[in-house]
């Protein structure tokens, strides 16, 4: 089987919007993501192994989990999902760079803005490569904590937070997520049950983006770290405004991140209201693409969304497959993109059909 010459062949359509990479932070991780493209594509494969030997003998030991079947450190763990969410982050966003879709703008969710700042220029990629295993490791000294994904506003919640329990990410109207230490979360989360909310536990053993990450916080390996202002325009989830050249040089803002909250909806609504784009999510499975559809701008059809990958593990061949169809979806708005072809047994869309 083989994909036909329309798919692959050129298109006389031109770019309409301007793309946007959407960078998917905490949340996103599962085992083996984005391995379906690690061999595959030099870019990948040589960005995935630059940042890994940022990291000397840890990077190794961390490629190995990546990869495994059955890792020795479990991904959720935060010294393997905020790592490899990075390094998968930026590299599919220099490969998507280099097979021919330049991002006009970065958006990225929690870790995902640090990718963002690597592909903006505002880091070097192994520099923050290295930041980022130096926060997930203080992080990981911290007694644990969770997280709690509740369908409210930021005021109907406001019973329930105090100095332990807090708003940790504002993701759209209506979807809010809490932080907090393991004992009180737990309390909150019937009390709020019982108020008619509803509130599920997300996958994470730390409390992100709460004042209990504070004593993990530090601006010492920033040290000989040079910062740049950003060479592309870089919309921060934390400020849910551009970044500006103050903040892009400033230590202090990179290394607050684990206690800040997170404003993507707010972020993303600011962007979207400025100009229409085409998005493209740039990390594994699909949750920034599902907040983004349900923003106005993309329900009326002025901005529109496309996801990389599959919205849940769906192995290695399917990594390929989603991204191959979605390199289609991009042709169709005019971007000519070059990516290598699909091995000879897997020129089939997602579904299962020939192309």
Same mark, same amino acid.
């Given at each position: 089987m083989t994909r036909t010459t329309k798919t692959r062949g050129t298109r006389e359509a031109r770019p309409t919007r301007r793309i946007g990479f959407l960078l998917p932070g905490q949340g996103a991780q599962h085992q083996r993501m984005a391995a379906g493209l690690y061999g595959w594509d030099d870019v990948f494969t040589t960005t995935m192994d630059t940042l890994f030997a940022a990291l000397g003998t840890d990077g190794g030991t961390l490629r190995a989990d990546w990869l495994s079947d059955d890792p020795a450190v479990p991904p959720d763990h935060v010294t393997r999902a905020q790592p490899l969410l990075y390094?998968?982050?930026?590299?599919?966003?220099?490969?998507?760079?280099?097979?021919?879709?330049?991002?006009?703008?970065?958006?990225?969710?929690?870790?995902?803005?640090?990718?963002?700042?690597?592909?903006?220029?505002?880091?070097d990629p192994a520099d923050a490569m290295r930041l980022m295993w130096d926060r997930a490791r203080r992080i990981a000294a911290l007694p644990p904590g969770g997280m709690l994904a509740v369908a409210a506003t930021v005021e109907e919640l406001t019973p329930w937070l105090h100095g332990d329990v807090v708003i940790a990410a504002v993701n759209g109207p209506r979807q809010t997520m809490l932080a907090g230490p393991a004992a009180p979360l737990a309390e909150a989360l019937p009390r709020i049950r019982e108020a008619g909310l509803t509130a599920?536990?997300?996958?994470?053993?730390?409390?992100?983006? $709460?004042?209990?990450?504070?004593?993990?916080?530090?601006?010492? !390996?920033?040290?000989?770290?040079?910062?740049?202002?950003?060479?592309?325009?870089?919309?921060?989830?934390?400020?849910? /405004?551009?970044?500006?050249?103050?903040?892009?040089? $400033?230590?202090?803002?990179?290394?607050?991140?684990?206690?800040?909250?997170?404003?993507?909806? !707010?972020?993303?609504?600011?962007?979207?209201?400025?100009?229409?784009?085409?998005?493209?999510?740039?990390? !594994?499975?699909?949750?920034?693409? $599902?907040?983004?559809?349900?923003?106005?701008?993309?329900?009326?059809?002025? $901005?529109?969304?496309?996801?990389?990958?599959?919205?849940?593990?769906?192995?290695?061949?399917?990594?390929?497959?989603?991204?191959?169809?979605?390199?289609?979806?991009?042709?169709?708005?005019?971007?000519?993109?070059?990516?290598? !072809?699909?091995?000879?047994?897997? /020129?089939?869309d997602p579904s299962g059909e020939t192309r």
């Open positions: 390094a998968v982050d930026y590299a599919i966003g220099a490969t998507l760079r280099a097979w021919g879709a330049p991002p006009a703008v970065l958006l990225g969710h929690s870790a995902g803005e640090l990718a963002a700042g690597a592909l903006a220029g505002v880091f599920v536990p997300v996958k994470a053993t730390t409390a992100f983006h $709460s004042p209990a990450l504070r004593p993990a916080i530090s601006t010492e !390996p920033y040290q000989g770290v040079t910062l740049r202002p950003p060479a592309v325009a870089l919309w921060s989830a934390f400020a849910a /405004a551009p970044l500006t050249a103050d903040l892009a040089l $400033s230590p202090r803002f990179w290394a607050g991140h684990p206690v800040e909250p997170v404003l993507f909806g !707010p972020a993303l609504d600011a962007l979207l209201t400025g100009e229409d784009l085409l998005l493209i999510e740039t990390g !594994p499975g699909q949750g920034l693409t $599902s907040l983004a559809r349900r923003h106005p701008r993309v329900r009326a059809g002025h $901005s529109a969304v496309v996801p990389l990958l599959p919205a849940r593990p769906l192995g290695p061949r399917h990594d390929r497959r989603h991204l191959l169809a979605a390199v289609d979806r991009l042709r169709d708005q005019g971007w000519k993109l070059n990516p290598p !072809p699909a091995p000879h047994d897997e /020129a089939t």
